[in-house]
């Protein structure tokens, strides 16, 4: 049945399509400069241009991207204003998806602390070491 649907397939396209059709060159020259408009286009967004001016490492973790992997690094704008592009990307850095969602969750929490709240937590007094002379002792 599988090959019965294929060959039909392939019928209806040899009638749609002659297997010697001339190219329609002023068809494929607008595609062509419809690519390379859209190319320029995308060189001109901040996130190229932080591609070329940073090495594709996140600001954060240190992980290297390359590749297909190169879109999982994302344009941070240190001071979250988007429509703040200096041409020397010093409001921009380079981070992974992980980073970058983890600086935006630090963000909503620090603003939705109530004023006056400690933005750090307070410091461990506990001490892991107190006890550690006397447990060398004991061994003895």
Request: aromatic content about 4%; charged content about 30%; proline content about 5%.
């Amino acid at each position: 049945m599988l090959i019965g649907q294929a060959a039909a397939r392939q019928e209806a396209l040899s009638q749609i399509m002659p297997k010697h059709a001339k190219p329609d060159n002023a068809r494929l020259d607008r595609i062509v400069a419809e690519a390379r408009k859209q190319s320029a286009e995308r060189e001109a967004t901040y996130r190229e241009r932080a591609l070329k001016l940073f090495p594709w490492i996140c600001g954060r973790c240190g992980r290297e991207f390359s590749g297909a992997r190169l879109r999982e690094l994302t344009v941070h704008h240190k001071d979250h204003n988007h429509d703040n592009n200096p041409a020397d990307g010093s409001n921009w850095e380079l981070l992974c998806l992980y980073c970058h969602d983890n600086e935006h969750m630090r963000l909503l929490e620090q603003q939705a602390r109530p004023e006056g709240e400690e933005s750090q937590p307070s410091a461990a007094t506990h001490n892991p070491f107190a006890n550690l002379k006397t447990l060398l002792k004991d061994k003895d």
